[in-house]
């Protein structure tokens, strides 16, 4: 069963309309969706489990919502990690590839802290929103083609809500750009026959003619960082250009 954990979060989503029309909405709607009962299993199993390392943790267990609102810069991930994000109930936290991740948007100007732990450990974006192509972490990190078509429903409904603010989409990974672009073309925007790869870039316009960039990275997994196939040089360069491209947003004091 999921933990205690934010457990006002989850009794209140019930009441949520199913026209969602802010990202706070959303994200309460994410929380409750219990799409993918596969998924949904997995995450409770882990948070009952749990690692031995985080034994004493209150496991989120559940799906995780996007972090961040107005945002110019909106990442995509894949999936939370079981026992990163899974366990932290934050996008990108609680592992490796959150630690990647953030120190570099704090470098960047885009995070107020270097490392990001807990939802409640006072970190904060500017103009930056971090969402996934699936909200719940999957079994050996692999979601299915049905999951990750069935979680691509929310990716849609958060296009929607951000499309008018967002000046650069930045897919972390193939999986991710593969979501991102299926997901423009479906909700009738212009997509290019661009390739993924690290600093890749894909001119993309929506029905309202405003072209917003498609900008690839390499995901911070361990696969990529501990190999050299991402350096912390290569992720900072991507995101100096989202910023340019974004028109630099403010930095976060």
């Given at each position: 069963?999921?933990?205690?954990?934010?457990?006002?979060?989850?009794?209140?989503?019930?009441?949520?309309?199913?026209?969602?029309?802010?990202?706070?909405?959303?994200?309460?709607?994410?929380?409750?969706?219990?799409?993918?009962?596969?998924?949904?299993?997995w995450?409770?199993e882990v948070a009952?489990?749990?690692?031995?390392?985080?034994?004493?943790?209150?496991?989120?267990?559940?799906?995780?919502?996007?972090?961040?609102?107005?945002?110019?810069?909106?990442i995509?991930?894949?999936a939370?990690?079981?026992?990163?994000a899974?366990?932290?109930?934050?996008?990108?936290?609680?592992?490796?590839?959150?630690?990647w991740?953030?120190?570099a948007?704090?470098?960047?100007?885009?995070?107020?802290?270097?490392?990001?732990?807990?939802?409640?450990?006072?970190?904060?974006?500017?103009?930056?929103?971090?969402?996934?192509?699936?909200?719940?972490?999957?079994?050996?990190?692999?979601?299915?083609?049905?999951?990750r078509?069935?979680?691509g429903?929310?990716?849609?409904?958060?296009?929607?809500?951000?499309q008018?603010?967002?000046?650069?989409?930045?897919?972390?990974?193939?999986?991710?750009?593969?979501?991102?672009?299926?997901?423009?073309?479906?909700?009738?925007?212009?997509?290019?026959?661009?390739?993924?790869?690290?600093?890749?870039?894909?001119?993309?316009?929506?029905?309202?003619?405003?072209?917003?960039?498609?900008?690839?990275?390499?995901?911070?997994?361990?696969?990529?960082t501990?190999?050299?196939?991402?350096t912390?040089?290569m992720?900072?360069?991507?995101?100096?250009?989202?910023?340019?491209l974004?028109?630099?947003?403010a930095?976060?004091s």
């Amino acid at each position: 069963m999921p933990s205690k954990h934010g457990s006002a979060l989850w009794a209140s989503c019930g009441s949520i309309s199913a026209e969602v029309r802010t990202l706070a909405a959303l994200d309460r709607e994410i929380v409750a969706c219990r799409r993918c009962p596969r998924l949904i299993s997995w995450c409770e199993e882990v948070a009952a489990t749990k690692r031995a390392a985080y034994r004493d943790d209150d496991y989120w267990g559940r799906p995780v919502p996007g972090l961040g609102d107005d945002p110019r810069i909106w990442i995509v991930g894949l999936a939370p990690a079981a026992h990163g994000a899974n366990r932290t109930g934050r996008m990108f936290t609680g592992d490796r590839s959150g630690d990647w991740l953030f120190a570099a948007l704090h470098r960047a100007g885009l995070a107020a802290l270097p490392t990001s732990t807990s939802r409640d450990d006072g970190q904060r974006l500017s103009g930056v929103r971090i969402t996934a192509a699936v909200h719940c972490a999957p079994p050996a990190n692999k979601p299915t083609t049905e999951e990750r078509a069935e979680c691509g429903h929310w990716l849609r409904e958060e296009l929607g809500i951000v499309q008018d603010r967002v000046r650069v989409i930045l897919p972390l990974g193939g999986i991710a750009w593969s979501a991102v672009s299926s997901t423009l073309r479906q909700e009738g925007w212009r997509v290019p026959a661009v390739r993924f790869g690290h600093g890749a870039e894909a001119e993309v316009v929506p029905e309202s003619g405003r072209p917003v960039t498609v900008l690839g990275s390499y995901h911070p997994s361990q696969q990529n960082t501990f190999t050299g196939r991402l350096t912390e040089a290569m992720l900072d360069e991507v995101l100096a250009r989202a910023c340019e491209l974004a028109g630099s947003p403010a930095r976060t004091s």
